[in-house]
């Protein structure tokens, strides 16, 4: 979960329920790692946007001999100290940025993992270049990024969470190459759920979004 949003529920003590969004992505995720990715033991996986951890430690529980890394540029040092404190997982590091990590050009990470970063990002492409070229990354790490669907669908909560656009298939694809990474696979997932997005969208669209409706 997006930080933004996890302070939103914090403030009404929600964090505990898990949207069904989060859970099926996380369950879809899981499913691309076991089909496409082979994560030998000690592996390195680095986490970019983790946001409240939650994908990380659920990774970090079925590979209890890989190190994860996770990094978020909205942990602040209370956050870090926090959910260091609250983590029952020895194999989870928390950082604000890549750099803070101690060795990391010694680091070879086999998976990198961009859930829903790039479309934050005002230059997606110059970002993935930039990224490409530490040395933690070689030939042999896979990146497994995804990203909200169809501008079409931009509304309010894209607004709130940062969004600098939605993506087609198309679009990614093309940026990803750009940058100079070599596209295994890509597609849409949980069509179902962007069912409750278009009906956000066309609801604005005809009858405006109030100022307080602008996190929901």
């Known amino acids: 979960m997006d ?25 879809f995720l899981k499913k691309l790692i076991s089909r496409y990715i082979y994560l030998p033991q000690k592996s390195v996986v680095i986490d ?34 926090k959910y260091q404190e609250n983590l029952t997982l020895k194999n989870i590091f928390l950082f604000q940025t ?18 829903d970063v790039i479309e934050h ?32 669908l931009f509304c309010s909560h894209d607004v709130f969470l940062g969004h600098y656009r939605r993506y087609t298939n198309t679009l990614l694809k093309k940026n990803l190459s750009e940058a100079g990474l070599n596209v295994i696979q890509s597609g849409y997932f949980l069509f179902s759920l962007l069912v409750v997005r278009l009906f956000q969208v066309v609801k604005e669209k005809f009858w405006g979004v109030k100022k307080e409706n602008m996190t929901t």
Do not use: M
């Not at 079925?62 to 100290?81: G, M, R, W």
């Not at 890549?98 to 859930?115: M, R, T, Y």
């Open 3 to 27: 930080l933004l949003e996890f302070r939103k529920k914090e403030s009404t003590n929600n964090t505990s329920i898990r949207h069904p969004w989060e859970q099926a992505r996380l369950a």
């Open 48 to 81: 970019i946007g983790c946001g409240d951890t939650y994908v990380i430690e659920n990774l970090a529980k079925e590979n209890p001999d890989s190190l994860f890394y996770a990094v978020d540029i909205a942990f602040t040092d209370e956050l870090l100290k």
């Open 98 to 115: 890549l750099d803070d990590i101690s060795g990391l050009s010694q680091i070879k990470s086999s998976l990198v993992i961009l859930s």
């Open 121 to 152: 990002i005002k230059d997606d492409k110059e970002f993935l270049t930039e990224l490409l070229r530490k040395n933690c990354f070689n030939s042999k790490t896979f990146f497994l990024i995804t990203v909200p669907a169809f501008q079409s």
